[in-house]
């Protein structure tokens, strides 16, 4: 698939579009429209993935919705019409197109994709340290594309407010931010968090770097105005791990947020006693044993980052259905084996499931069952009906397709 990297701009009806090849990595598509001024709708903090890759499994920013809501069109190779003889079908509306924006694969082998281009922009950064996720989405007002960093063990969050700016040029500062970014936090931080969580496996360490160290590491009066491809990309991709990432509505962030933050506690201290809320939750929905599962065994070591999505016109993306925001909220670990962290994601996903209908995204790790699934895509029927107008033989189907889709 690499071969199909072609990157096409083109106007219709007096607006620039673009297709793009789906093996196409994010950040030389990026690259090619800067060129001529442009950029895409919608950014996730890694540009290493290719454009079908990122589309099929949600991938989402902060602020705006998932890339997979903008696809205008696409071209597939795939089984429609005839069952033993490939073509290539184009689909452009209605709701085929709907699911294969969001697809898992399951139509057939993406070959294009086309866009929306939107003129490039700067972003106006800057960090704030709140008490409360409260103060947070007061923030949000005034910088839409935020997102924002719930911190272990010292439990304050971080805020990135994010807003287009006016301005047309980069900051003078912010080559230097961009460096200092770079080396203290994508270099720095994680292979201080690799040391200490994965080698020396040490509590009081992480403890001391997340309630001393980590709230120093940026200043809040650093304002920084950089290209929208620049300020809204981070290098996750630099050292291995796994994450897993749970979606809930906006009425339901805030107390999820104080949920997590319990039961990270829970996980780290055997000894800490849940809050009465959260007590009253598990027990209600008879999770309570559960916990002796994730008890003293595991200690977060990564902040946990919230970020915003707008609902998606899909079938099947995290942010699919109804009018409500999204927020997803991510976990990380370094440390292997991951038995121990692997009980925690399943406690948090089964948890958060009863609790607040989360959802998991596709392309991370996905322990929710085909049930789950099912109660929480309500077009998921719709989406069964497309794939077997797709592919009626299910020849792109694997195990965990036919397990969490029910594809059979």
């Not at 993306?317 to 990380?332: L, N, Q």
């Not at 790790?365 to 699934?373: I, K, L, N, S």
């Amino acid at each position: 698939m690499c071969h199909f990297n072609h990157v096409e701009v083109f106007k219709r009806n007096g607006e620039t579009r673009v297709k793009v090849g789906a093996g196409c990595q994010i950040k030389h598509l990026l690259k090619a429209l800067n060129k001529q001024g442009l950029t895409i709708p919608s950014l996730g903090l890694i540009t290493e993935q290719t454009i079908a890759g990122a589309t099929a499994t949600g991938t989402h920013g902060s602020g705006k919705h998932s890339l997979s809501h903008y696809i205008e069109s696409l071209r597939v190779a795939c089984f429609k019409g005839d069952e033993n003889v490939a073509q290539v079908a184009d689909v452009n509306d209605g709701v085929e197109l709907q699911a294969a924006r969001c697809s898992l694969g399951c139509l057939g082998v993406i070959a294009e994709i086309t866009l929306p281009c939107i003129p490039q922009y700067f972003v106006q950064e800057k960090a704030t340290f709140c008490q409360t996720i409260e103060e947070v989405l007061v923030l949000e007002k005034q910088a839409p594309l935020q997102q924002f960093f719930l911190m272990p063990h010292s439990w304050l969050f971080l805020a990135q407010e994010r807003v287009v700016s006016n301005e047309c040029r980069r900051h003078g500062l912010a080559g230097v931010y961009r460096v200092y970014w770079f080396l203290v936090i994508d270099l720095g931080m994680h292979l201080t968090l690799k040391l200490f969580a994965s080698i020396l496996k040490s509590k009081k360490l992480i403890h001391f770097f997340f309630r001393r160290v980590a709230p120093s590491l940026i200043s809040p009066r650093w304002v920084v105005i950089d290209r929208s491809d620049h300020a809204l990309v981070m290098e996750h991709e630099l050292f291995r791990h796994l994450e897993i990432e749970l979606f809930v509505t906006r009425p339901k962030v805030s107390e999820a947020a104080s949920f997590v933050a319990d039961i990270l506690k829970f996980a780290d201290d055997a000894n800490h006693k849940l809050s009465i809320s959260t007590h009253e939750k598990l027990q209600k929905t008879e999770l309570l044993d559960s916990l002796e599962s994730i008890r003293g065994k595991f200690t977060h070591h990564y902040p946990v980052c919230f970020r915003r999505i707008l609902p998606d016109d899909t079938l099947i993306s995290m942010a699919s259905g109804g009018s409500e925001d999204w927020y997803a909220i991510s976990f990380i670990t370094y440390v292997e084996p991951r038995d121990d962290f692997y009980a925690l994601a399943t406690f948090l996903a089964n948890s958060m499931f009863e609790l607040f209908g989360a959802r998991i995204h596709w392309g991370k790790w996905f322990p929710q069952t085909g049930e789950q699934v099912n109660q929480l895509y309500p077009e998921i029927s719709e989406f069964r009906n497309v794939c077997h107008q797709f592919d009626p033989k299910g020849v792109f189907r694997n195990a965990f397709i036919r397990e969490k889709l029910g594809l059979e």
